[in-house]
């Protein structure tokens, strides 16, 4: 903060913030609370309204990833996207094996991170498997998705020596309602609920 020749006599530093600034603050304030009560409301049951009214809000909190988390889990959450990359290296290291997300992470917050990174991943790498490949792109073979493009060149620099990236998604299916009543809880790392890999693409190191 400046120093200002205020009421408070030289060289003391005024407690007070400029009109302009108190406003600019307060209407970000505002505009951050109204989009998240939006948000809030609009999700289902909703009527046209409270949807309209989050569509106005909806680029900025889409833009910030400001996302309601816990709308995953409830009421019905669905299966969670998983990403498996493969560091191989070409100098006898063993393979290293990365899963997004890493249920060993702590705070709970960066295992949060974990799910978010993952879902993104996942979801771009299926819509990136339905658009035309570009030029040198065999037709059988998956466009990635720059998601995974970036994840695979952020592995490469923090795997230092390594020779490929090789990235799968899958997913973790949920009991059923059926397999609960039949089984009680069942062992929910079970591979069978779990769907087959999905091979996303193969990345050279050298290439980042």
């Not at 493009?149 to 949920?174: C, E, Q, V, W």
Request: charged share 20%; aromatic share 10%; with cysteine.
């Amino acid at each position: 903060m400046a120093r200002s020749r205020g009421a408070n006599g030289p060289g003391v530093v005024s407690p007070n913030w400029p009109s302009w600034a108190k406003l600019v603050v307060s209407g970000s304030l505002v505009w951050h609370l109204a989009s998240q009560l939006a948000a809030q409301f609009a999700a289902p049951p909703a009527s046209g309204l409270e949807r309209a009214v989050a569509d106005i809000f909806a680029p900025y909190y889409e833009g910030l990833d400001l996302g309601h988390a816990y709308r995953y889990y409830a009421p019905e959450p669905g299966p969670t996207p998983i990403v498996q990359a493969r560091v191989t290296y070409d100098d006898g290291r063993p393979d290293v094996e990365v899963r997004l997300p890493d249920r060993s992470l702590a705070p709970r917050l960066r295992y949060q991170r974990h799910l978010n990174l993952a879902n993104h991943m996942f979801n771009d790498a299926m819509r990136a498997r339905t658009h035309e490949h570009g030029p040198g792109e065999a037709p059988h073979d998956p466009n990635p998705g720059r998601w995974a493009i970036s994840y695979a060149r952020h592995l490469a620099k923090t795997h230092p020596g390594a020779k490929t990236i090789t990235i799968f998604t899958t997913r973790h299916l949920l009991p059923s309602l059926a397999d609960v009543a039949r089984e009680g809880v069942p062992d929910i790392d079970d591979e069978r609920f779990y769907e087959v890999l999905t091979f996303v693409g193969e990345f050279p190191c050298d290439a980042f």
